[in-house]
């Protein structure tokens, strides 16, 4: 993956996947750093799934003995000397953190989160989700439930025409950051 | 700076739109594969740019929705259509260019774009 983001919108899945009715992702950036979490209300997963979920070779999927997501998140954020930690409870959640060190050669660049979080809401538009991006001391934070309040219940998220405003909010939201931030 | 509040603009314009679009029956359903392999292959921009051809186009006739991994991870970008009545056509390593002329030639005026599909790939 070449983004960060990519790897938000992948992992986020999972979430979705796991039945998940809240998710709260937060993107930090201080100084050398880069973290994310992903954290869920969903089935959560067994000690013994917990202990063997960052091997390619463990997956929940039928089709095929393979699931690459998280491997591929431990095997890029430990590349740049961060690491991954999952906790999982079963009937509680799941939280995925990943820690990238910015500075290293192959810390990937945080990329377009504003694709990636109006992505998830139109894939899951009753999904509950709060987006809290920080910049070293600034921060922006989106919660579905605003975006629910504006539009009532007749109109969708998903709809193309509110996804595509959302987009153009988020970037205008990410680039003000950004600017003000680096 | 662009506020939330303005989503309301779009709820009032939508209200009225609502009773044009057609029922759940003869939708067109358009289902990108947003698993790991389709999001590493470029599967995010693609989706993205049938949203936008879509809203720009106006095709309230149909529903674009994600799924998980379809099961030919090295053709990713996959992109499934499903015209009511007729038979699922797969379109794979797609590009956002490839994006426009699927919609004009296979949405809009139902010729599929045979070079696209999985059938001509493969």
């Not at chain 1, 998903?158 to 003000?176: F, G, M, N």
């Amino acid at each position: 993956m070449k983004e960060i983001a990519l790897y938000v919108l992948d992992i986020a899945q999972n979430s979705i996947t796991a039945g998940a009715k809240h998710l709260d992702i937060t993107l930090a950036e201080e100084t050398g750093r880069i973290c994310f979490t992903i954290a869920d209300d969903g089935r959560g997963m067994s000690p013994s799934l917990l202990a063997t979920v960052s091997d390619p070779f463990t997956t929940t999927r039928t089709t095929r003995k393979m699931g690459l997501g998280l491997p591929l998140l431990r095997l890029a954020a430990e590349q740049t000397g961060g690491r991954l930690d999952i906790e999982s409870t079963e009937g509680v959640g799941t939280t995925v953190r990943a820690l990238f060190c910015a500075e290293h050669i192959d810390c990937p660049p945080v990329g377009d989160m504003a694709g990636t979080i109006t992505l998830l809401i139109q894939g899951a538009p009753k999904l509950e989700l709060t987006y809290t991006h920080q910049v070293e001391e600034r921060a922006f934070r989106l919660d579905t439930r605003q975006i629910r309040a504006e539009l009532g219940e007749d109109v969708s998220p998903a709809e193309p025409e509110v996804i595509l405003w959302l987009r153009d909010y988020l970037q205008e939201q990410e680039a003000s950051l950004e600017k003000i931030g680096g | 700076m662009k506020s939330l509040a303005e989503l309301r603009a779009i709820r009032e314009r939508m209200a009225k739109q609502i009773d044009l679009r057609e029922s759940g029956d003869d939708r067109i359903r358009v289902v990108v594969g947003m698993a790991t392999c389709g999001i590493a292959a470029g599967a995010r921009p693609v989706l993205n740019a049938f949203l936008e051809e879509v809203d720009k186009r106006q095709l309230k006739n149909v529903t674009v929705s994600q799924t998980g991994c379809i099961g030919v991870c090295r053709l990713e970008p996959i992109v499934e259509v499903y015209v009511p009545g007729q038979e699922k056509v797969t379109y794979v390593k797609m590009t956002p260019d490839k994006v426009a002329s699927v919609v004009s030639e296979h949405l809009v005026n139902g010729r599929v774009v045979e070079e696209y599909t999985i059938g001509a790939a493969e």
